[in-house]
T-cell receptor, first 111, second 115 residues
Framework: TQLLEQSPQFLSIQEGENLTVYCNSSSVFSSLQWYRQEPGEGPVLLVTVVTGGEVKKLKRLTFQFGDARKDSSLHITAAQPGDTGLYLCAGASVSNYQLIWGAGTKLIIKP | ETGVTQTPRHLVMGMTNKKSLKCEQHLGHNAMYWYKQSAKKPLELMFVYNFKEQTENNSVPSRFSPECPNSSHLFLHLHTLQPEDSALYLC??????????????FGPGTRLLVL
């Protein structure tokens, strides 16, 4: 069974600080997606990483796919209250591209 | 309406009730999904429909019954649920299942409480 473990489960920091959240697995994925879910809403896709070692930037958010395509990280620089939400990673199975989901990191940015 | 809509947004039901959740997508997608989201757990894929045909049923109890009359509409019929079925039920759509790098678009979910 493929599993994706996200860490930390919960993170509460002050505005302006930097943070990194992780998504780890023992399995190789074809691609990996990061979603953000705000209270009362469904997840919204932020980025898809495809190539081992790939780095993508979305304003203050930097996403990296591990060289072996088994793990990924999300780094936020100078976090803002608007970054508050549940961050979910989802890896696409190499056999059928079905998404395997992590349990999420709940992020709170305090003003 | 744009994107993926779900109704109702909140539902409280007793264990003997019968209710239905509705999802509609306005994106022209061919695939639709039902997920269950419980606190601190990964999203659980329940059902997948592609061009109105069910392609996935991940060992979901029969008290959950999906219906997909066309590519834009998806229902989840509920009957004799258990308290542990209380969760957020998310509907999603995509261009087609089984494609790499494909984005899924989610509705806001139905928050279900079973008493």
């Amino acid at each position: 069974t493929q599993l994706l473990e996200q860490s930390p489960q919960f993170l509460s920091i002050q505005e302006g600080e930097n943070l990194t959240v992780y998504c780890n697995s023992s399995s190789v994925f074809s691609s990996l997606q990061w979603y953000r879910q705000e209270p009362g809403e469904g997840p919204v896709l932020l980025v898809t990483v495809v190539t081992g070692g790939e780095v993508k930037k979305l304003k203050r958010l930097t996403f990296q796919f591990g060289d072996a395509r088994k793990d990924s990280s999300l780094h936020i620089t100078a976090a803002q209250p608007g970054d508050t939400g549940l961050y979910l990673c989802a890896g696409a199975s190499v056999s059928n591209y079905q998404l395997i989901w992590g349990a999420g990191t709940k992020l709170i940015i305090k003003p | 309406e744009t994107g993926v809509t779900q109704t109702p947004r909140h539902l409280v039901m007793g264990m003997t009730n019968k209710k239905s959740l509705k999802c509609e997508q306005h994106l022209g997608h061919n695939a639709m999904y039902w997920y269950k989201q419980s606190a601190k757990k990964p999203l659980e894929l329940m059902f997948v429909y592609n061009f109105k045909e069910q392609t996935e049923n991940n060992s979901v109890p029969s008290r959950f019954s999906p219906e997909c009359p066309n590519s834009s509409h998806l229902f989840l019929h509920l009957h004799t649920l258990q308290p542990e079925d209380s969760a957020l039920y998310l509907c999603a759509s995509s261009q087609g299942p089984g494609r790499d790098r494909e984005s899924q678009y989610f509705g806001p979910g139905t928050r279900l409480l079973v008493l």
